[in-house]
């Protein structure tokens, strides 16, 4: 009510009269309009700032967590105080209980499908797909971000992490752009989760010249080459035995695509040669003629 009568004063009308009509004590009125922000509400315009880049990073947080990530980015403020700011903005942990008659509707897309389930490349580095899969562990789940560029089938990056965060998706990113040099232009095709639409990720493809493209909702189809690999790991190393650990089940899980998946299981696709053997023999002639 204060820019109101702030508003009327303005216009010639008495804060006294517009006070009493308001049934508001004047001093606190004046204090306010010395002082219209105080302290306190800077300190909680900034924790929601917080709050909410976290939400949008991970919208699968909840408000204790999303806490701790404003913490840990230098903002305080008690699990209270963030639950009432997620409250008020409607900022609900994805895999919540649904508030509303429909409840959260998906995201939506941060890319067009540039694919459209056409899953072939003439050269490396013109098609990459990306997924994330997870598994559990006495120790509690274990998230593994995997890059495919299907010219090869070879995973060319791939991050592994106790928390399904965006970073491991950039992580995995900033692997295969190291691993292959240049790749500028190449398309990256993914599912619409939460990681993939973060903006770290998107940043990422930006920094790196990469061209994001995204499938349609709940449409595995989409994105099939990339869940094939994952069935493979599914098969031969997650379900294979109970994993104690996520120590041991990410060592399980390098060294099966380093060494088997990579360089000893041959592909009918690949004319009957492994990932490693069929970049070797496809680039070595074109590098002798460069």
């Known amino acids: 009510m204060y820019p109101l009568v702030k508003e009327l004063a303005a ?6 009269v517009t006070c009493r009509v308001l049934k508001l004590a004047r001093q606190p009125y004046y204090r306010w309009l010395a ?9 909680e315009a900034y924790l929601a700032n917080a709050l909410f880049d976290a939400h949008h990073d991970d919208p699968e947080f909840g408000y204790r967590l999303l806490a701790d990530e404003a913490r840990a980015a230098g903002h305080t403020g008690c699990d209270r105080t963030v639950w009432r700011i997620c409250a008020d903005n409607g900022w609900w942990s994805a895999f919540g209980k649904k508030r509303g008659r429909n409840g959260k509707k998906p995201g939506p897309p941060a890319h067009d499908d540039l694919v459209k389930r056409d899953f ?18 006495d120790e509690g789940k274990l998230y593994e971000c995997a890059i495919k560029d299907v010219w090869s089938n070879r995973i060319v990056g791939y991050s592994i992490s106790d928390r399904m965060k965006s970073k491991i998706a950039v992580d995995a990113l900033n692997m295969a752009v ?27 493809l930006r920094r790196h010249q990469l061209k994001g493209s995204m499938g349609q909702l709940a449409s595995a189809g989409d994105n099939a080459a990339m869940e094939s690999f994952f069935a493979l790991l599914q098969k031969n190393v997650l379900n294979r035995q109970r994993w104690h650990t996520r120590h041991d089940l990410r060592i399980a899980i390098v060294t099966w695509t380093e060494r088997t998946y990579h360089r000893r299981r041959r592909q009918q696709r690949l004319g009957r040669l492994t990932p490693i053997e069929f970049e070797t023999i496809m680039t070595t002639p074109a590098l002798q003629a460069a």
Request: one cysteine or more; charged letters at 20%; a positive charge.
């Open 120 to 137: 072939t490349a003439t050269g490396p580095n013109q098609l990459w797909l990306t997924d994330i899969t997870e598994h559990w562990t």
């Open 35 to 43: 002082h219209p922000i105080s302290d306190s509400e800077l300190a």
């Open 11 to 16: 216009g010639g009308i008495p804060v006294t």
């Open 178 to 204: 190291a691993r292959r040099g240049s790749v500028a232009g190449c398309i990256v095709h993914s599912d619409r989760g939460s990681q993939f639409r973060s903006r770290k990720f998107l940043a990422a």
